[in-house]
């Protein structure tokens, strides 16, 4: 079994900055793929970024030169730094681990920018 435990998300102002924090555990191969969706009211889940076990990295093209999306395979924990936050990124992010080919889902997390 898997569970994901996803942190760091809150209210931050426009051109602020915030660090989303997700921890796996359970039964995790060491070759996975971690990363972070996000859902807005009224539309679909989409792709934020994510890595993979190696490294190599994939981003939406919103978020491109914003945000950062690192992991850290010790302590299986991926991390999304989020910089100049605009109103449009608001939304409820989610962690998400591939394995194999089988998708899990953290609780999700809610991100707003507002003045």
């Known amino acids: 079994q898997v569970q994901l435990v996803e942190s760091g998300g809150g209210l931050v102002q426009p051109g602020g900055s915030l660090r989303l924090s997700c921890a796996a555990s359970?039964?995790?191969?060491?070759?996975?793929?971690m990363g972070w969706y996000r859902q807005a009211p009224g539309k679909q889940r989409e792709l934020v970024a994510d890595?993979?076990?190696?490294?190599?990295?994939n981003y939406a093209d919103s978020v491109k030169g914003r945000f950062t999306v690192s992991r850290d395979n010790a302590k299986n924990t991926v991390y999304l730094q989020m910089n100049s936050l605009k109103p449009e990124d608001t939304a409820v992010y989610y962690c998400?681990?591939?394995?194999?080919?089988?998708?899990?889902w953290g609780q999700g997390t809610q991100v707003t920018v507002s003045s």
């Open positions: 359970g039964n995790i191969f060491s070759s996975n793929t």
């Open positions: 998400n681990l591939k394995i194999i080919g089988i998708g899990y």
């Open positions: 890595i993979t076990s190696g490294g190599s990295t």
